[in-house]
């Protein structure tokens, strides 16, 4: 089922530094992209999602860049700070109603102030 | 966004009971959900589709007389851990998907079997 791959598995950031996460996938049939956040003892929450007609994605201080012939995709969080001290995961569908998500193994992220 | 409301949060239960969680689309309707499991520090792995009014999917490997799961409308979607067992302590979550694109989650239910 693991077919996404998801790096670093965990990320230390000083805090105003760039968090970089990375992802690959394999399925050409994929096209929706997704990240979400997970706090311990929480379900995850999205943050931001892309499709590949596009290269890249920003929503505040997160974006995501897309590069569709290399079957990749990453998170970018500008600006990081404590509070985004989290584990992030990619995830990858085909973007129908019904279809569920495959996750990448997930990074912990640790901002340090 | 769309709220998914999961029950209970936590639950401590004896081995071999059973042990039912409750997944509800509290302002949509959910033709389908997804439940995942997830154990610490992992990854959340999907466990099965579930389908209104029709018999659940499983992935590979999951046993369905274990994983017991009933979708019997449109915004709810149970899943019945039967005959528990130590090793079945894992966080479970639902998941439904409004339409084509964002999936919400479930808050997630520890489960801990003594």
């Known amino acids: 089922q693991q077919q996404v791959k998801q790096s670093p598995q965990s990320l230390i950031v000083q805090k105003g530094g760039i968090s970089i996460i990375n992802c690959a996938y394999e399925n050409t049939a994929f096209d929706y992209f997704p990240w979400y956040q997970q706090f311990p003892g929480k379900g995850p929450a999205l943050l931001i999602a892309?499709?590949?007609?596009?290269s890249e994605k920003k929503e505040g201080r997160f974006t995501i860049s897309f590069n569709k012939s290399a079957k990749q995709f990453s998170l970018h969080i500008m600006d990081s700070q404590p509070g985004d001290s989290a584990t992030y995961f990619c995830a990858a569908s085909r973007g129908q109603a019904g279809t569920a998500l495959i996750f990448g193994k997930g990074t912990t992220l640790s901002v340090s102030s | 966004g769309a709220v998914v409301s999961q029950h209970p949060s936590r639950v401590i239960c004896k081995s071999g009971t059973s042990v039912k969680i409750e997944c509800r689309s509290l302002?949509?309707?959910?033709?389908?959900m997804f439940w995942y499991r997830q154990f610490p520090k992992q990854s959340l792995m999907l466990m099965a589709t579930?389908?209104?009014?029709?018999?659940?999917?499983?992935e590979q490997g999951v046993e369905k007389d274990k994983f017991l799961i009933n979708h019997a409308s449109l915004t709810l979607s149970t899943l019945t851990v039967t005959s528990a067992h130590p090793e079945d302590s894992s966080f479970y979550i639902c998941s439904a998907r409004p339409g084509s694109e964002k999936l919400f989650f479930g808050s997630g239910t520890q489960l801990s079997v003594l």
């Open positions: 579930s389908n209104e009014g029709s018999k659940a999917t499983y």
């Open positions: 302002d949509f309707q959910a033709t389908t």
């Open positions: 892309i499709r590949p007609d596009v």
